[in-house]
């Protein structure tokens, strides 16, 4: 179907039924019909649905969402929540799916990354975090409409929802907030604590790695309540500063990474991080105020490296993006032996083991952990070692 008068392809809103293909990257699965290529919502790989056109730029591919389901794969389970649906929350892309098959789902996909991306062959476990599918989150930001209600955003929409609770959210944080109004058109912050304590745009305390950290509201904290221990084990085992070495916490936020660092090299040795947010900055050096070994630098990573000592190990957690060429270059240069590379998006981790193969550093660990149950997301960490 074209649109009148411009001859442009244009499936939008179209019912179409279709045999669903593999898991994709980006919380859908991949169909084909007609010879395009569909990302479609709401299926499982196996499955026949149908699904209506949600959008359709023209070129080889659109994007659905399933309607109907016609042939159940034997993962589906009916969704907790009435909001992960066509046309719904743009949150959840996997409650359909039971939990094992969730994290199957998502290993498929850090696969087909390494493998498209890297050139790799390797399977990797996404592991299970302890307390269950629900009631998770700990963090959640919320849209206000125009009319001061906050809610959560329509998929790929900047509609708010009318919800009245979020499933995967820690039980009894958002009700409250809910209830109340806000100045429309604002974002509100929503943080259950380490104490208990539900804090709206309010500082809020957490702790983890044996420490404690009162941060102010925006801070980035991971929102999975036992990710910030699992991925300071995980860092600590890896990374082996040497003692009295000198290591990198990159994009290091308050220093979760930093405080193990700090244990390994000890006072005579250094550990530098390095963080845009000044504000991360402040609340990092209060909390880790007792360790002399820790120095800060508030700017962006790219712009600081070339001016830091070299290191014996670097541990990033660069964002979304990765940490991309120029960087990885700036890193190779800097000569670690190690490098310990924190990712939640399993394309650009992929991309960044193939430009560090490309300077000798050899994948030498994967884990992967099912820090986001219900969603697409998950969060790896790798270990780099030079070849």
């Known amino acids: 179907m074209s649109t009148p008068g411009t001859g442009t392809l244009d499936w939008t809103d179209r019912l179409l039924d279709l045999d669903v293909g593999p898991v994709a990257h980006g919380g859908h699965c991949v169909a084909r019909y007609e010879g395009r290529v569909l990302f479609v919502r709401h299926a499982l790989p196996g499955e026949r649905v149908r699904a209506v056109v949600t959008e359709d730029g023209g070129g080889s591919f659109c994007r659905a969402d399933a309607v109907a389901v016609l042939a ?22 996997l ?11 998502k290993a498929d996909v850090l696969a087909e990354q390494l493998r498209r991306l890297a050139g790799l062959e390797r ?14 989150r700990t963090r959640v930001r919320l849209a206000v409409d125009d009319e001061g209600r906050a809610g ?26 809910l209830a109340r ?11 259950a604590d380490a104490t208990g304590a539900v804090a709206v745009d309010a500082p809020a305390v957490q702790r983890a790695a044996g420490r404690e950290w009162r ?14 221990d699992v991925l300071a084990g995980v860092v600590g085992e890896w990374a082996q500063a040497p003692r009295g070495g000198t290591a990198w916490d990159l994009f290091g936020g308050v220093g979760l990474f930093a405080a193990v660092l700090a244990g390994q090299v000890g006072t005579g040795g250094a550990v530098t991080v390095v ?29 600081l490296v070339g001016a830091l000592d070299a290191p014996d190990v670097v541990v990033a957690d660069p964002p979304r993006k990765g940490l991309g060429r120029a960087l990885v270059d700036a890193l190779a240069d800097a000569g670690p032996r190690r490098i310990v590379h924190v990712a939640c998006d399993p394309a ?40």
């Not at 399977?123 to 998770?136: A, T």
């Not at 109004?181 to 943080?191: A, I, Q, W």
């Not at 219900?374 to 969060?379: R, S």
């Open 215 to 228: 941060l102010s509201p925006g801070v980035f904290w991971q929102v999975h309540p036992a990710l910030p």
């Open 152 to 177: 959560l955003r329509a998929h790929r929409s900047h509609d708010v929802l009318p919800v009245a609770d979020c499933p995967i959210t820690v039980p009894g944080a958002l009700p409250p907030v």
């Open 275 to 303: 963080e845009s947010s000044r504000q991360a900055v402040a609340d990092g050096r209060t909390a880790l105020a007792d360790l002399p070994q820790v120095h800060w630098r508030a700017g962006r990573v790219e712009h």
């Open 181 to 191: 109004e806000f100045p429309p058109g604002s974002e509100v912050e929503v943080v």
């Open 123 to 136: 399977r990797v476990e996404v592991e299970e975090l302890p307390g269950g599918v629900l009631g998770w």
């Open 348 to 387: 650009s981790l992929a991309r960044d083991v193939a430009l560090l193969a490309g300077r000798g550093y050899d994948l030498a660990g994967l884990r992967a952990f099912d820090a986001f149950p219900m969603t697409h997301h998950m969060e790896c960490v790798a270990l780099f070692t030079r070849a």
């Open 95 to 105: 409650q359909h799916a039971t939990p094992d098959a969730q994290r199957r789902l």
């Open 72 to 93: 159940p794969s034997p993962d589906r389970v009916p969704a907790p929540c009435d909001w992960a649906r066509a046309g719904g929350c743009g949150g959840c892309d």
